[in-house]
């Protein structure tokens, strides 16, 4: 099992196009092979999570690059404070 974790700061007044823009990305990698689960979660303090579970990081890596033009078309930039952080978790 491999994770994906990405981790969005909005800015203030900018939380519903920054969830909007991850729930676009969500639909589009559940077409993606290797994919277990995907989600939008939102902690209380207002960041916003893209959560997706792979069977492995080779299926990842090989879903990765179709996905990064895709991903700079759905900048979030002009509503964050910084870049998201990203999290590549393996199981152990």
């Known amino acids: 099992m491999f ?5 969005h700061r909005p800015l203030e007044g900018h939380t519903e196009e920054t ?7 969500a639909r589009r990698m559940k077409a993606d092979q290797g994919l277990r689960q995907v989600s939008v979660l939102e902690e209380k303090d ?6 997706a579970i792979w069977e ?5 890596t090989a879903a ?7 991903e700079q ?3 979030t930039s002009a ?8 999290l590549l978790l393996e199981e152990t």
Do not use: K, M
């Not at 994770?3 to 981790?7: C, Q, T």
């Not at 969830?19 to 990305?25: A, C, G, N, T």
């Not at 990765?64 to 033009?69: F, H, S, T, V």
């Open 64 to 70: 990765r690059a179709p996905r990064e033009d895709a």
């Open 79 to 86: 509503f964050e404070a910084a870049p998201p952080r990203v």
């Open 56 to 60: 492995s990081r080779d299926t990842w």
């Open 46 to 51: 207002g960041e916003l999570c893209l959560l």
């Open 19 to 25: 969830r909007s823009v991850l729930h676009q990305q």
């Open 3 to 7: 994770v994906e974790l990405r981790i």
């Open 73 to 75: 078309q759905a900048d």
